[in-house]
């Protein structure tokens, strides 16, 4: 059996390095081999932490029957989404065309020049709730493809052409404005769920993008409500079993509305986009609870997701060893009364049975809990509950942990290093600064090559061969620019730059419409294009994001223009789609805003005065503010030319669409300045 899934710096295609299924990674190597022995190609696309994934790999992929048919009548390509974005967007919108549903692991037939023509999702080994099994479908898509190849190939090219079809117009190149902020803030009201926070039914998804843009709103135009759904939203999630209670770090989203039971598995991208919001809650508010989710959630990263070069690692799966030698969902989070008592002897086991909310019944399966913070009256002792927690905590971390994907995601990283430099910032924890910066270190000493063109992975110290996308190019330059506001490091914002002339230059055609890959990537059926949040932002509407402070920081008008361009999308989709364009939502906040340009000139980079001014404008709650921090003279930054101290001392100018206020060496006065709404 070759092994072509040996050297991949993907842990998901090495999980399926031992099949019997003579799998190749995606490459044209492939679809050349599928040419030459006249067959048609089999997709299966998936990721590391997909419990569905796992099942179907031991049901069907290490059946030695099933992989001898697959062998014999088809060339199989397994490709890891996370890694390829490009690959698993275009043929997830065909699977969802087709099928009015997706989800992973993706299940695509198609012929040896890419053409999907038969799609589905996971298949069991039996046929069993009116799905066929996946012999079955192997058997029908052989038999079509030897007997009816006309009919298969017609179809397969309709398809094609009807995505071809699907370009979306994105009409105006105007940024929204008040009244479409006002509708999008409207229409997300109606789709709140008062009683338990978040949007929508099960399953319920942290909204975090949806946060940024209400905290922002609030900030801007004081709009109560939308403060109150972002801090009650977050109030909930944290109180629920989609958060961690005993080790930080929250689920990828909640199978029921109530945030109950979540489904377990911890990913990068989540952890980071939410300690931001928390940070960011804690800024506008002062929450006790805003300051600890923040704080744990980071701690969560730094001590779980690190790898040995200093980037952070992918994800945590769901499935755990169960102490009995069986693979189970969330064996590692859950606990019964009797566990409890176990570690922790009665009295104190009933105490956390009644802090954690562990019932007899269980909220989880076999009687089993996930541990919550229900709202209940009476006080607790914080000592008794501190000590109970460090029990728990270090009678869990003896239980088989979940497997890691340690694959370094360039833009999952940038939202990490954007929210460890924040969060360090806000709570004077340097150490969260110097992860996120050797984070970033990492970042361009592995993914970036000469010309600034960044790789999507590394692996143990190793650049995958993938091209970045979009979302890393954007994602990467909103870290740099957030590290070079808390360090007042200037490289950062230069590298930042670096990035962002990619997106100007290679991701953006002459309307102002953004793509996904880059115009020299590799050609799949459809170049993708996709303006919508999904479990990240868009690379669309994170670009748009980036470049509005590139350009704030610099005066740069092609970025500046860029940003209001790539915004166009907001104002079609906002009013429309709300929960669905968060970030580009947030974007728009900041563009309403000015943003507004600080700069905080010292005239020594430890001098106390002026590090306590640089801290009030990183505190700034206005909308996507910069902020530069240097010495008299320096040119770290754009923003601090021609900027002296004020009677010697340390100095704060705030400036707004062309126009500054009087410099301040008063950090009141400075914060009163960025917590002031200004109504454009």
Known sequence: MSNRLAQATSPYLLQHADNPV???????????????????????????????????????????????????????VKVDREERPDVDA??????????????????????????????????????????????????????????????????????????AGRE???GDARPPGEAELGQALLGLTREYDPQRGGFGGAPKFPPSMVIEFLLRHHARTGADGALEMARDTCERMARGGIYDQLGGGFARYSVDREWVVPHFEKMLYDNALLCRVYAHLWRATGSDLARRVALETADFMVRELRTAEGGFASALDADSDDGMGKHVEGAYYVWTPAQLTEVLGADDAALAAQYFGVTVEGTFEH??????????????????????????????????????????????????????????????RPDLV?????????????????????????????????AGVLEDYADVAEGFLALASVTGEGVWLDFAGLLLDHVLTRFTDDSGSLYDTASDAERLIRRPQDPTDNATPSGWTA??????????????????????????????????????????LAAAEALLDGPREVAVVAPALDDDAAKGLHRTALLGTVP?????????????????????LVGGAPAAYVCRNFTCDAPTTDPERLRAALRTALNS
């Open 90 to 163: 275009v043929y997830m919108e065909a699977v969802q065309a087709a099928t009015g549903q997706g989800g992973w692991p993706m299940s695509v037939f198609m012929t040896p020049d890419g053409q999907p023509f038969y799609f589905g999702t996971y298949y069991p080994p039996e046929p069993r709730h009116g799905m066929p099994s996946f012999r079955q479908v192997l058997q029908g898509v052989h038999q079509a493809w030897a007997e009816r190849r006309d009919e298969v190939t017609e179809v397969a090219g309709k398809i094609v052409r009807d995505l």
């Open 434 to 466: 110097e992860a996120a910066v050797a984070a970033a270190d990492l970042l361009v000493r592995l993914h970036l090559d000469e010309q600034a063109r960044l790789f999507r992975t590394s692996k143990d110290g190793r650049a995958g061969a993938h």
């Open 168 to 170: 979306i117009s994105y």
């Open 624 to 644: 996507g503010a910069v902020v530069a921090f240097g010495v008299e003279g320096s040119d770290e930054f754009p923003l601090l030319a021609d900027r002296p």
């Open 543 to 584: 670009a748009a994001g980036a470049l509005l402070s590139y350009a704030a920081h610099t005066g740069s008008e092609p970025h500046r223009t860029a940003a209001e361009h790539a915004l166009g999308v907001v104002k079609a989709l906002g009013p429309r789609v709300p929960r669905f364009v968060g970030w580009g």
């Open 22 to 76: 003579d799998w190749w990674p995606w490459a044209a190597d492939a679809f050349e081999e599928a040419r030459r022995r006249d067959v048609p190609v089999f997709l299966s696309v998936g990721y590391s932490a997909c419990h569905w994934c796992h099942v179907m790999a031991h049901e069907s992929f290490e059946d030695g029957p099933t992989a001898e048919f697959l062998n014999s009548h088809f060339v199989s």
């Open 367 to 428: 009687g089993s809990s996930v541990l919550q913070l229900p709202q209940q009256e009476g006080v607790f002792d914080a000592d008794r509950i501190a000590s109970v927690k460090a029990r728990l905590l270090a009678a869990r971390d003896g239980r088989p942990a979940p497997g890691r994907d340690d694959k370094v995601v360039a833009a999952w990283n940038g939202l990490a290093i954007a929210a460890l430099a924040e969060t360090g910032a806000y709570f004077e």
